[in-house]
């Protein structure tokens, strides 16, 4: 595995881990509002990115190695569908889910379902790029998986609970999975503008008929400031790691460092003032180690039919971050 694409991956889910607290602060705040903003200025800071690309671009030379990683390309046919799919679930849906999911499940029922994504990338992610699993992966999600639910605990719930976290659950997964198919065309920084402007749509309609155009001056200081952060470093650096780094190692063993945001959490909360981790959470801690060091070894198996080992097979792509998402 290459070292770099999986570090960008991991400090994406940390950004992701450590926003927990933060979007603590927006509980009371107009939700579709705070999020039509944050995905708005994401997209803004995501264009302005790719902007940085094509100057850098033209300055080179005729090589087209910049191309595809500064050049945003218009979606065609079904490529919509497949960026709506994860505009649609892994941030519209997602939020909803987070939202209506805490009112009857306390925070580590919803982490537990989030901390079960590793499988299913595993799984299925593998299929998505003309590959079959690896044994050794879904092993190592397994245990990934095993070590996230020691770090995040169990929590108690109502059935309604249960419902959220499994819809928390499948839209955690869809982010990823549904990208997939359009990464060899529009790269990391495509998919995460295309997104980022789609969701920023949608919340801004939904927005304006649910909360009102008075929802914006009813923000205070703290729900700008919480909401900047995430559009900085859990969106637009994020979703660039994220998928930067899907790009260059496959679904599969990028769901593997899913396991560093609640880690990512934890560490978060002890630094800002809560107790330090028991012993069931060390262990769990332990465990994802493991399951990364597993999972992110060097050894690969051979692709089938020739392929490459990357799901777009185009050149890499540099990253920018990484989502949640």
Excluded at 158 to 167: I, M, N
């Amino acid at each position: 595995m290459k070292a770099l694409p999986a570090l960008a991956g991991a400090l994406g889910m940390a950004f992701v881990g450590g926003s927990v607290a933060v979007s603590g602060h927006l509980a009371d705040a107009p939700m579709l509002t705070v999020q039509a903003l944050r995905y708005t200025a994401a997209c803004l800071l995501l264009l302005a990115w790719a902007h940085r690309f094509r100057l850098a671009g033209r300055g080179r030379s005729r090589s087209r190695s910049a191309g595809p990683a500064a050049a945003l390309t218009r979606p065609r046919g079904a490529e919509w569908l497949w960026l709506l799919g994860v505009t649609v679930t892994g941030l519209l849906i997602f939020n909803v889910a987070l939202v209506q999911g805490s009112r009857h499940a306390e925070p580590a029922v919803i982490g537990v379902a989030v901390a079960c994504v590793p499988i299913i990338l595993a799984a299925v992610g593998p299929l998505l790029e003309g590959r079959r699993p690896a044994a050794r992966i879904l092993t190592a999600a397994v245990v990934v998986t095993v070590g996230a639910i020691l770090v995040q605990g169990l929590g108690r719930t109502d059935a309604t609970g249960l419902f959220w976290a499994a819809v928390t659950f499948g839209c955690e997964a869809a982010f990823t999975l549904l990208a997939v198919p359009v990464l060899g065309r529009h790269g990391p920084l495509g998919v995460s503008v295309h997104a980022t402007w789609m969701g920023a749509a949608i919340f801004a309609v939904l927005g304006l008929a649910l909360e009102g155009p008075g929802a914006v001056a009813a923000l205070r200081l703290d729900d700008l400031l919480a909401g900047a952060y995430l559009a900085v470093l859990v969106t637009a650096v994020a979703f660039l790691l994220w998928y930067t780094c899907v790009a260059r190692i496959g679904a599969g063993p990028s769901g593997l460092l899913t396991g560093v945001a609640p880690i990512a959490a934890a560490v978060t909360g002890v630094a800002l003032g809560g107790p330090a981790p028991a012993p069931p959470v060390w262990l769990g801690i332990a465990a994802v180690a493991a399951g990364l060091a597993l999972g992110l070894s060097t050894r690969t198996a051979p692709s089938p039919a020739g392929r490459p080992p990357a799901p777009t097979g185009r050149t890499p792509t540099p990253a920018g971050r990484t989502s949640g998402m």
